[in-house]
Nanobody, 123 residues
Framework: QVQLLESGGGLVQAGDSLRLSCAAS????????MGWFRQAPGKEREFVAA????????YYADSVKGRFTISRDDAKNTVYLQMNSLKPEDTAVYYC????????????????WGQGTQVTVSS
């Protein structure tokens, strides 16, 4: 069982930056692929970025590539999402998710989810 707790959301202006954190419980954090997803009102939950269990943090949605950076610190059981050059269309609830084993793209492949943190970007 893995429990996830996100933090760091808030209200910012377009062009600003935010850093989200996701703290995970459990002793086997390093064996999990960690992902960030987001869901805007009236839209489906979508993939944002992921780090696989081998530490490869190279998986990004096209819409955030070059602006967002995902990283993980296995010693702290924490995954981060640094968001730069934020746009109004980045407004959503951001969720941290975990799955045991290798990287997968779809939300249904992830077994554990945090409660979400709201990010609002004003124009």
């Amino acid at each position: 069982q893995v429990q996830l707790l996100e933090s760091g959301g808030g209200l910012v202006q377009a062009g600003d930056s935010l850093r989200l954190s996701c703290a995970a419980s459990g002793r086997t954090f390093s064996s999990y692929t960690m992902g960030w997803f987001r869901q805007a009102p009236g839209k489906e939950r979508e993939f944002v970025a992921a780090c696989d269990w081998n530490g490869r943090c190279t998986y990004y949605a096209d819409s955030v590539k070059g602006r967002f950076t995902i990283s993980r610190d296995d010693a702290k059981n924490t995954v981060y999402l640094q968001m730069n050059s934020l746009k109004p269309e980045d407004t959503a609830v951001y969720y941290c998710a975990a799955r045991h084993g290798s990287y997968r793209y779809g939300a249904t492949a992830y077994d554990y989810w945090g409660q979400g943190t709201q990010v609002t970007v004003s124009s």
